[in-house]
Structures are given as structure tokens and as C-alpha cells.
């Protein structure tokens, strides 16, 4: 593994939008599951067929927490991609949200070590890319700063200010065996990101935009 460390950072992920087709009922899905205060939502129809090429992955303390999350997100109307279960890793599981996006909720933990929660110790935003190590010097070289860095399978860029989302990036097909479907997808990603900087479209086709003052 290698860590590196950069001067302040020229680029990071102020936020991130999903593009659906149904925006209220979009907005009424996020607030069901709880995690509507990470994301940004408007309205698009923009062609996109199979896996859209990235996820949103949750970390939290406990198992129990895991399951209260999923089990929000299923009874406001997501499927299910992969059943909760424990791993050589910890637990958790995959779902997809009405509008396509698909989310991981995980733990590090295998037993519950403290009370039922709702709180999000971690917001990721992961990007299937073809070749990790070129688009991590892509984000490089735009100065965002490398937290970590797994060769060519995985690197994590440190996010902007505290409790932001964290942008990460996996091996595409990687990614789609991890959430449970197929690597085949085309069209649009149904996905804008917010930058500190001005507009650009990554390697793998990811769309940047100048994030909006608040």
C-alpha cells in the first residue's frame, strides 16, 4: 500500500448530484432512508442501460445499523442486489434505489457493540474506472490529494472538509462483482459532480461541474 500526501488540494468533491426520473419521488426515497443530506437530485432523462459504473457506499459501527439502513431503503421501494451477510471483512449489503443508483451499506464489525443508530460514520463515493492507477493521476495532477492507494485495484482521495464524501475509484469490473451485476452498462452515468474547480469529464467519462455557491 502507498500513502501519499499533496500540498492543498486544487480539486475536491464539494457534491454530488444523481440525475432520475421521478424527482419527488426521489427526494421522498432518500428522506426514508436517511442519507438525503449526501446527495443532490434533479431531474433527467438521460439514456442509461445496465450498471451506471459507480456506487455509494455507507460505513457505519455495527451490524444492527447495517440492517436499520437496508431495511429503510427496502420499504421505501429499493431491491435488493445482494442479501446482508458477513465477510472476511465485516458485514453488510447491496441495494438498488428506485431510480437505478445503487448503494452499499457495510460495517468493519461482525457483532453489534453498541445500541441501534442511524449514524453515518462514512460517506464514499466509489467510480468503476478501466485503469485505477491512470485516473488516479488524472485526479492527481488536479490536486487532490491520494489518502490511500492499493496498486491498480483501489485508491482513495482525501475528501475536502470534514463529513464530506469521499471520492474513491475500483476496477469497474471489480466493482460490479462486488455489488452483485453484470459490468455491462452504456449511456449516461446519471451522475454530476461538484467540483472546487471549473468543468471537465474524467477518463471513464465521469461529468465535473463547477459546484454551485450555497
Avoid: C, Q
Avoid at 21 to 44: C, I, K, N, P, T
Avoid at 157 to 186: E, I, N, W
Amino acid at each position: 500500500m502507498a500513502t501519499t500526501t499533496s500540498p492543498a488540494a486544487v480539486l475536491s468533491l464539494a457534491s454530488v448530484t444523481l440525475d432520475v426520473a421521478d424527482l419527488e419521488a426521489a427526494h421522498r426515497f432518500y428522506r426514508a432512508f436517511g442519507v438525503d443530506a449526501y446527495v443532490r437530485l434533479r431531474a433527467s432523462e438521460a439514456p442509461s442501460t445496465g450498471f451506471r459504473g459507480f456506487t455509494m457506499a455507507l460505513t457505519v459501527a455495527n451490524p444492527a445499523t447495517v440492517d436499520a439502513f437496508l431495511g429503510s431503503a427496502v420499504d421505501a421501494g429499493a431491491t435488493v442486489l445482494k442479501p446482508t451477510a458477513k465477510s472476511l471483512w465485516g458485514y453488510g449489503g447491496v441495494v438498488r434505489a428506485p431510480d437505478g443508483t445503487i448503494w452499499k451499506v457495510a460495517t468493519s464489525a461482525k457483532k453489534d457493540t453498541g445500541p441501534v443508530d442511524r449514524e453515518i460514520d462514512e460517506v464514499v463515493l466509489l467510480l468503476g474506472v478501466e485503469d485505477v492507477k491512470a485516473t488516479r493521476r488524472f485526479y492527481a495532477d488536479r490536486g487532490m490529494a491520494v489518502a490511500r492507494s492499493f496498486g491498480g485495484k483501489y485508491a482513495e482521495f482525501a475528501p475536502g472538509r470534514s463529513g464530506a464524501v469521499k471520492l474513491a475509484l475500483y476496477k469497474r469490473r471489480g466493482l460490479a462483482k462486488d455489488l452483485g451485476v453484470p459490468a455491462d452498462g452504456t449511456g449516461s452515468h446519471r451522475l454530476v459532480l461538484g467540483g472546487t474547480t471549473g468543468a471537465f469529464t474524467d477518463p471513464d467519462g465521469f461529468v465535473w461541474e463547477a459546484a454551485a455557491s450555497s
